[in-house]
């Protein structure tokens, strides 16, 4: 797949200085103002800072071990501290706001979907049908729900892939009211875990995922 035409992640995060120059709103300007009207810093805050985005940083969790207690003589679980990797952004790519950031319709075949975007995070060599297998997003609430991705693929290639995953909205109950919903992926020997919240992810008043 070639490279799209609209900006790319990366512009994004080149981004940086300029939105910290431009001083980005701090109110939910997405709500507030129409697309054509956001600017750099907007953009940059909604696609990194905003309900619909996450910073990440992979992790490789500790190793668990087990260890008698001198005192009590019962065995207590200790654990290493993770060893932290990549920095990077999980966005909602299905949401409109999201979309509309990037001047693209979600891909037809995406419809039914909800799409989460990875970006800056190595895959250590393995391609995308390999990384959809370790994808999931869960329900901190009820009702409880786990679904893994059924698709994934490389969006963009630049120095920092974006992979998209696709998780069927027929198995992944979420609405308005729901609690977080906890996206996690396993890219090589690291994990990436975030949460986003439904109940913030309203656009122009509305349930935006």
């Known amino acids: 797949m070639g490279p799209p035409s609209f900006i790319t992640r990366r512009q994004f995060l080149l981004l940086a200085g300029s939105a910290l120059r431009l001083g980005a709103s701090r109110d939910d300007f997405w709500n507030t103002k129409p697309p054509s009207e956001w600017d750099a810093g907007e953009m940059y805050r909604l696609m990194n800072r905003s309900p619909?985005?996450?910073?990440?940083?992979?992790?490789?969790?500790?190793?668990?071990?087990?260890?008698?207690?001198?005192?009590?003589?019962?065995?207590?679980?200790?654990?290493?501290?993770?060893?932290?990797?990549?920095?990077?952004?999980?966005?909602?790519e299905s949401a409109q706001p999201i979309r509309d950031a990037m001047k693209t319709a979600t891909a037809p075949v995406y419809q039914n979907y909800y799409v989460v975007g990875v970006d800056g995070i190595p895959t250590e060599g393995a391609p995308a049908s390999k990384l959809?297998?370790?994808?999931?997003?869960?329900?901190?609430?009820?009702?409880?729900?786990?679904?893994?991705?059924t698709d994934a693929r490389e969006l963009i290639r630049t120095p920092s892939v974006l992979y998209e995953f696709a998780f069927p909205k027929s198995k992944a109950p979420i609405g308005p009211n729901s609690r977080d919903i906890v996206f996690e992926a396993v890219f090589g020997k690291w994990t990436i875990r975030t949460t986003f919240k439904p109940r913030n992810m309203?656009?122009?008043g509305r349930p935006a995922l």
């Not at 910073?55 to 654990?79: C, D, L, Y």
């Not at 297998?133 to 991705?149: D, H, M, N, Q, Y």
Request: glycine residues 12%; aromatic residues 12%; proline residues 8%.
């Open 52 to 92: 619909w985005a996450n910073a990440v940083q992979a992790f490789i969790p500790g190793e668990e071990w087990e260890s008698m207690n001198p005192r009590t003589h019962g065995v207590t679980k200790q654990g290493a501290p993770p060893e932290y990797g990549s920095k990077g952004v999980v966005t909602w």
């Open 132 to 149: 959809r297998e370790f994808a999931v997003l869960s329900s901190a609430g009820k009702p409880r729900w786990t679904v893994g991705a």
């Open 202 to 204: 309203l656009y122009h």
